[in-house]
């Protein structure tokens, strides 16, 4: 009787400890997840600085900046913030690492401000940012090939949401379009999401900074975009004070400090994710004309930055882990 008793005890004790290591670890693991989450926030957070950043380059170039020099301004967002970045870090790539920073460089600044400009100065500015906008999409099919990631229908209807939201935004039923236009934004755009889908592939070399990957690319791409800008455009014959001032903002803050924390995003957040904060460049653009050049919205307007913002938070819900900073 007492030995029957004796082992209903301790089968009762050890279910119970069982029952509460298991509840233990729902815990953590519901810990852990919420931690996860509210990295991956804070992460997106940041990296979205980079293209609310960019958002006011248009309003920044018409107002601060010499008039119809745009190749010789994307020289001078890149070289200078790039070499500045590499006296900071005295570090130069090793390896591989000399033709992937190369290659990087040339999507990201070389190759992509040039067809940008062409773009921006062949296209109403609507019409622009509405196919710089299916860069979600682009990153989404690069992803396939190159990543072996498949997007989900919920990342799809994300971009087409985002897509739908910049055209209500921006576009007017004036807009004109120019086919050679066209080509050279959906270009520009494709080279930057392949650009996000190599630098998470690739990732960066052990013990490299991010400020030291950003001074890499950016040298590379300013070194494409010096002699192409002097060639093409020259200097101009004096500067102001608020030229200087236009272009040391976008040179520090909206070159070097967005492209570093933008790449950052890249680096521990699904491509898919990070590609649709890029949806806040139009938002802050149209923001920007809205409190500094007087500009006004229409109803329709306000829908799309509805859309918009809720493409973004769509895109993030479907991310993955959040990499560890090395």
Do not use: C
């Not at 900071?88 to 400009?117: E, I, M, Q, Y």
């Not at 921006?120 to 990153?139: D, N």
């Not at 120019?178 to 494709?190: C, E, V």
């Not at 690739?202 to 494409?224: C, K, N, Y």
């Amino acid at each position: 009787m007492s030995v029957t008793s004796t082992s209903t005890s301790t089968s009762t004790s050890t279910s119970t400890v069982t029952t509460r290591r298991a509840a233990g670890a729902v815990g953590a693991r519901t810990t852990t997840t919420t931690t996860t989450a509210k990295a991956a926030a804070g992460i997106a957070a940041l990296a979205a600085i980079g293209p609310a950043t960019w958002g006011t380059t248009y309003v920044t170039t018409t107002e601060l900046l010499p008039a119809d020099r745009p190749l010789l301004a994307a020289a001078l967002r890149a070289l200078p913030a790039g070499l500045i970045l590499l006296a900071l870090t005295r570090r130069l790539p090793r390896g591989d690492w000399w033709w992937k920073a190369a290659v990087l460089g040339l999507l990201n600044f070389g190759a992509f401000f040039p067809l940008l400009f062409f773009g921006a100065y062949h296209l109403p500015g609507g019409v622009a940012s509405t196919v710089s906008a299916v860069m979600p999409l682009l990153v989404a099919g690069f992803g396939i090939g190159v990543l072996k990631v498949r997007p989900s229908g919920r990342t799809l209807l994300a971009g087409l949401v985002g897509v739908a939201g910049v055209a209500l935004l921006v576009l007017r039923g004036s807009a004109a379009v120019d086919p050679l236009g066209i080509a050279a934004m959906l270009a520009a755009t494709t080279l930057m999401a392949l650009a996000v889908v190599l630098s998470k592939r690739w990732g960066r070399p052990e013990g490299v900074s991010l400020l030291t990957l950003t001074g890499w690319q950016l040298t590379a791409g300013g070194l494409v975009l010096a002699p192409i800008a002097l060639t093409a455009e020259g200097l101009p014959s004096h500067l102001t004070g608020a030229n200087i001032a236009g272009y040391v903002y976008l040179g520090l803050i909206g070159t070097a400090i967005a492209y570093a924390l933008w790449f950052r995003g890249i680096e521990r957040l699904p491509a898919s994710s990070v590609s649709f904060l890029g949806l806040t460049n139009p938002v802050v653009a149209t923001l920007a004309g809205l409190l500094l050049l007087g500009q006004t919205l229409t109803v329709w307007q306000v829908g799309g930055l509805v859309l918009v913002l809720g493409s973004v938070l769509l895109g993030q819900s479907g991310g993955g882990r959040v990499r560890k900073q090395r």
